[in-house]
C-alpha cells in the first residue's frame, strides 16, 4: 500500500471506528455465535494473489464483528495460524485444523515463545520422572535438569533458563557457526553420566550474529531419540521459508516439539507478532493451566475451543491476528514471497559488491538477507571503520563477535529498501574506510619515524 | 475526545503518519540527542487541566521525533511513570526522577509483573543465602522457598508460583475478604519452624472476586521485619488512588518493595499497559541482566540511561508510553479524577438500587466500581438468573464465588457509562429475577402437589 492510498483507507478505519462509537447502543452486549463459528467462514489458506481492501473489510463487517472480541479473537488467531503454518509447508501435526493435537499461537516476542517452551519441557518432564519416582521433589528434579543450545544462540534462551532455575550449557558451534550432532551428542552423555538429566535442547535456524543454521537434520533425530524436547527459534529466518527455494532449511522441523518465528521481523507485520505452534496443545495448557476441575469441559482440547491463557504467560490478549489477516491478504503469498525474494537479492548485490573489494572480506555465509563483512586487518580498525560509519548517520549498523573477531552486519530490513539504496551504502562504506585506512597508515608512519 | 473530533484528529494523524513515511528518506538514521535529553524538555508532573490535541502534537514532532524510537521510548517512559507516580502520590523511593534508585516500567500486564516481581525476589534472596553458605545449590534453595498470598488473591500469582518453581501458599482472608496480620504471622511461623524460606508476598488492593483490600499497614511491617519482599497488586483498584478521598487505601504501600496497577483496567489507556515501580532497580536488573562485564557502564544504574529489557521478560518493546502522554494531557489529572468519582458514584447508585429490593443482597463493602450482589436464597437460584441476565444480552455480568456463595457483579467500567445505563440496568435484572423467583415458586408448588 502506498502512501496515497494508506491516507484514503486510514481515514475510512478512522470513520468506521468514529461510527461504531455512535452506534454502540444498538448493538448487542454478546454475540450470538456458537464455537468453532468463524472458521467454515474463511477460506483454508491464504490467497496467492493480493485482494483489494473493500474485500477484507467486508469481512470485517460479515465475519469478525458478529463474532465480536470474543470468540473472534481466539478463532481468528487459531485459523491465521494455520495458515501460516501451511505457507511454511510446517507438518500437519504443528496445525490445529478441526481436530488437530497441535496448533499455533501468537506470543509477543521470541523470548517469551522460547521461555514458554522450556517451561513446558520442564513440567512434561518432571511429571514423567514422578510418574516413574513418585518420592522425587520438583527441586530435586530441577537441580539436576539440563537445556542446551548453540554457542551461537540469542541471549534470551540463557534467560528463559534463568527463569525457569534450570542450567543452560552452550554447544560449541562448528567451522559454520551451526551446532551439529557429534558436539551435542558428547555433551548430553557426559552429563548423562554426571547423573544430569538432559531435557530441552534449543536449535537456531538463522542465528542473530551472523544467520547461521543449526543442523537440525543432525539435532533432530538425536532429540528424538533421547526423548529430549526441542524448540527450533527461527526468530528472523522462519519469514523466508514461504519461499520454496528456502524450505529446505526448515528441514528437520518435523523432530520438533515446538518451533516458532517472528513475521514482525520480516513479513510485513507490525511488532509485536511472534507466531509458535506445538505439535501437543496438552503440553502448554498442561503446565499453565490452573482451572479448578469443575470447570473443566468436553472440548477444552478438542479444537472447538481454545483458552489461549493457557498457552502463555500473561492472562489478558490482544486482537493480534487481525494484522495478519490483513497482511496476508494485501499482499497475498506471492506477494509475500516477492518480498523476500528482493531482500535476499538486494543481500547478494551487497555481498557481490563487498568481494569486489580486495581490502574487505565476507565473514559468513550469506543465505539470507544480512552479510557479514569486516576490512581485513585487526578488531580495532574494524571498530573505527564501525564508529565512522555510525557518527556519519548516513547508515546505520549493528556489529557482532564471531569468534573473538570484530564484524559489521549489513541488514536489508526496510519495506521501501532498493538497489540504489544499497549502493549508496556501499559507496558511503568505502569512503569511510578509504579514511580510516588513511589514518591507520599515517599512524603506522609516525610510529616508524 | 467525542466521535466527530475523533473524526478529525483520526485522520489529521493519518497524514501524519504518510507525510512522514514519504519524507523518510530526508531524515537521519540515528539521533543526535545525548542520554536525558528529553527529561528536562517536559514539565515534571502531568498536568491538571486538559491541554489541545494540537499541544500534544506539537510536542511529538518537538520532543519525540528528535529522540526517534531510542531514546525517546525509553526517556518517555521514565518520565510518564514518574508522572503517574506523583499522581498516586507514591512513596519518593519509587520514582526514578534524576538519581533516584527506584522507577517504574510497563509491563503488558499484572501477571507479568507479579512474575517480575516473584523472580527478583527469589534471585535476591538466593543470593543472600548463598553469601552466606557458599555451598548451597539454587536448587536447595528453591526446594524450601515460599511465596503467600491471600486466598482471594488473582490467579496469575499462582501461576507466577508455578513458572518460578517456589510453592505458593493461601493465607485466610477475614470477614471482609482481607488478608490481616494474624493470618499472615500464624502462617510464616509454622513454616519457619518447619525449615521452610518465607520470601516473597504478594497484597492485592482490589481482588478481581469483590475488590476487597488487604491490610497493608499489619501486611507491610511484618514483610518488613522479616525482609520478605512485598508486591503490591492493585491492577484494577490502582485507577482510583490518583483522587485523593481513595489515597488512604494505598496506605502502606511504603512498605513495599515493588507496586502493580493497570491504567487500561480503569485509566482510559488502551490494552495493554501495566505500571510497575520498584524501590531499586538493581534488585530486577540483577535478576535479568545477562550483559558481559565488559558492557557495563558506569552510568548503567544511575537514571541516565535505562535498558528497560533488564525490567521484564520479553526483549523488545512497544512505545507505550506514548498513549500515558496523551491520555494525561488530554484529560488533565482533574479529568481522570472526574472519570473515576463518576465511576464510583455510579456503583453506589446501583447499590442504592439493590438496597432498595428486599429480595436482594450487598455481598461485599462498595468501596470502587464494584457491586457484589444475589438474590436472598439459594446458589441455584442465583445461578439462574445470572443465566436468565446473560441469555438476554442486553447486559452482561461475570459471577465470582464467595466463601462457596454464588454472587453476581455489576462492574462499572465503560467509557460512555450514565445513570441511565444503570437504571435500564437494574430495572432489566428486576424483571428477570421476577420470572427466575415466579418460575422457582411454581417449581416448589408443583413438588408439594
Same mark, same amino acid.
Given at each position: 500500500?502506498?502512501?496515497s492510498?494508506?491516507?484514503?483507507?486510514g481515514k475510512?478505519?478512522?470513520d =468506521?471506528?468514529?461510527? =461504531?462509537l455512535?452506534?454502540?447502543?444498538?448493538?448487542?452486549v454478546? %454475540?450470538?455465535?456458537?464455537p468453532?463459528?468463524l472458521?467454515p467462514?474463511?477460506p483454508?489458506?491464504?490467497?496467492?494473489?493480493?485482494?483489494?481492501?473493500?474485500a477484507?473489510i467486508?469481512?470485517?463487517?460479515?465475519?469478525?464483528?458478529p463474532?465480536?472480541?470474543s470468540?473472534?479473537?481466539?478463532? *481468528?488467531?487459531?485459523v491465521?495460524?494455520?495458515?501460516l503454518?501451511?505457507?511454511l509447508?510446517?507438518?500437519?501435526?504443528?496445525?490445529?485444523?478441526?481436530?488437530?493435537e497441535?496448533g499455533?499461537?501468537?506470543?509477543?516476542?521470541?523470548s517469551? !515463545?522460547?521461555?514458554?517452551?522450556?517451561?513446558?519441557?520442564?513440567t512434561?518432564?518432571?511429571?514423567?520422572?514422578q510418574a516413574?519416582s %513418585?518420592?522425587?521433589t520438583q527441586?530435586a528434579?530441577m537441580?539436576k535438569l539440563?537445556?542446551? !543450545?548453540s554457542?551461537q544462540?540469542?541471549?534470551?534462551?540463557e534467560?528463559?533458563g534463568?527463569i525457569g532455575?534450570v542450567r543452560?550449557k552452550a554447544?560449541?558451534?562448528?567451522?559454520?557457526?551451526?551446532m551439529?550432532?557429534?558436539?551435542?551428542?558428547?555433551?548430553l552423555e557426559?552429563d548423562?553420566?554426571?547423573?544430569?538429566i538432559?531435557?530441552?535442547?534449543?536449535?537456531?535456524l538463522?542465528t542473530t550474529s551472523c544467520c547461521?543454521?543449526d543442523?537440525l537434520?543432525e $539435532?533432530g533425530?538425536?532429540?528424538?531419540?533421547e526423548?529430549? +524436547?526441542?524448540? @527450533?527459534?527461527?526468530?528472523?529466518?522462519?519469514s !523466508?521459508?514461504? &519461499? %520454496?527455494?528456502?524450505?529446505h532449511?526448515?528441514?528437520?522441523?518435523?523432530?520438533?516439539?515446538?518451533?516458532?518465528?517472528n513475521?514482525h521481523k +520480516?513479513l *510485513?507485520?507490525?511488532?509485536?507478532c511472534?507466531a509458535m +505452534?506445538?505439535?501437543?496443545r496438552?503440553?502448554l495448557?498442561?503446565a499453565?493451566?490452573?482451572?479448578?476441575?469443575y470447570?473443566r469441559h468436553s472440548?477444552?482440547?478438542?479444537?472447538l475451543?481454545?483458552?489461549?491463557?493457557h +498457552?502463555q504467560?500473561?492472562?489478558?490478549?490482544?486482537f493480534r491476528?487481525?494484522k495478519?489477516w490483513?497482511?496476508f491478504r494485501? =499482499?497475498? $503469498?506471492?506477494?509475500?514471497?516477492?518480498?523476500?525474494?528482493?531482500?535476499?537479492?538486494?543481500?547478494?548485490a551487497?555481498e557481490?559488491l @563487498?568481494?569486489q573489494?580486495?581490502r574487505?572480506?565476507?565473514?559468513?555465509?550469506?543465505i539470507l538477507?544480512?552479510? &557479514?563483512?569486516?576490512?581485513k586487518?585487526?578488531?580495532?580498525?574494524?571498530? !573505527?571503520l564501525?564508529e565512522s560509519i555510525?557518527?556519519a548517520?548516513?547508515?546505520?549498523?549493528?556489529? &557482532?563477535?564471531?569468534?573473538?573477531r570484530f564484524?559489521?552486519r549489513?541488514?536489508? &530490513?526496510?519495506?521501501?529498501?532498493e *538497489?540504489?539504496?544499497?549502493?549508496?551504502?556501499w559507496?558511503?562504506i568505502?569512503e569511510?574506510a578509504a579514511?580510516?585506512?588513511?589514518a591507520?597508515?599515517?599512524?603506522?608512519?609516525e610510529i616508524?619515524n
Open positions: 500500500m502506498n502512501a492510498e494508506f491516507r484514503r483507507r475510512e478505519m478512522v =468506521y471506528v468514529a461510527d =461504531y455512535e452506534g454502540i447502543e444498538g448493538r448487542q454478546f %454475540p450470538d455465535v456458537d468453532g463459528y472458521r467462514l474463511i483454508t489458506t491464504a490467497p496467492q494473489e493480493p485482494e483489494t481492501f473493500e477484507i467486508e469481512d470485517i463487517e460479515k465475519i469478525i464483528m463474532g465480536a472480541a470468540p473472534a479473537c481466539t478463532e *481468528l488467531e487459531t491465521m495460524m494455520d495458515w503454518g501451511k505457507m509447508q510446517l507438518p500437519e501435526a504443528f496445525l490445529a485444523g478441526e481436530a488437530g497441535g499455533g499461537v501468537i506470543q509477543g516476542t521470541a517469551e !515463545a522460547t521461555l514458554v517452551a522450556l517451561l513446558a519441557a520442564r512434561k518432564v518432571t511429571r514423567h520422572l516413574a %513418585p518420592e522425587l527441586a528434579i537441580e539440563v537445556a542446551y !543450545a554457542d544462540a540469542h541471549s534470551s534462551v534467560k528463559a534463568l532455575g543452560l554447544i560449541p558451534s562448528d567451522g559454520k557457526f551451526a551439529r550432532a557429534s558436539a551435542l551428542q558428547e555433551a557426559r548423562k553420566a554426571a547423573g544430569l538432559p531435557f530441552f535442547v534449543v536449535a537456531t538463522g547461521s543454521f543442523n537434520l $539435532v533425530p538425536i532429540c528424538h531419540k526423548g529430549l +524436547w526441542l524448540h @527450533v527459534d527461527a526468530a528472523y529466518a522462519g !523466508a521459508f514461504i &519461499c %520454496p527455494e528456502f524450505r532449511l526448515l528441514n528437520g522441523v518435523e523432530f520438533a516439539d515446538s518451533f516458532n518465528f513475521p +520480516w *510485513l507485520v507490525n511488532f509485536d511472534s +505452534w506445538v505439535k501437543k496438552t503440553d495448557t498442561g499453565f493451566r490452573l482451572d479448578p476441575v470447570l472440548h477444552q482440547d478438542s479444537g475451543i481454545t483458552d489461549y491463557r +498457552w504467560l500473561p492472562l489478558g490478549r490482544r491476528s487481525l495478519m490483513f497482511v494485501m =499482499y497475498g $503469498v506471492k506477494g509475500l514471497q516477492a518480498y523476500i525474494r528482493k531482500h535476499v537479492q538486494l543481500s547478494h551487497f557481490a @563487498v568481494r573489494d580486495t574487505f572480506e565476507i565473514c559468513a555465509e550469506v538477507g544480512l552479510v &557479514c563483512f569486516r576490512l586487518g585487526s578488531n580495532k580498525l574494524n571498530e !573505527a564501525l555510525n557518527s548517520k548516513k547508515i546505520h549498523l549493528v556489529p &557482532c563477535s564471531l569468534r573473538d564484524v559489521l549489513f541488514a536489508i &530490513c526496510s519495506r521501501t529498501v *538497489l540504489a539504496h544499497v549502493q549508496l551504502a559507496e558511503h568505502q569511510m579514511t580510516v585506512l588513511r591507520q597508515g599515517e599512524e603506522k608512519a616508524k
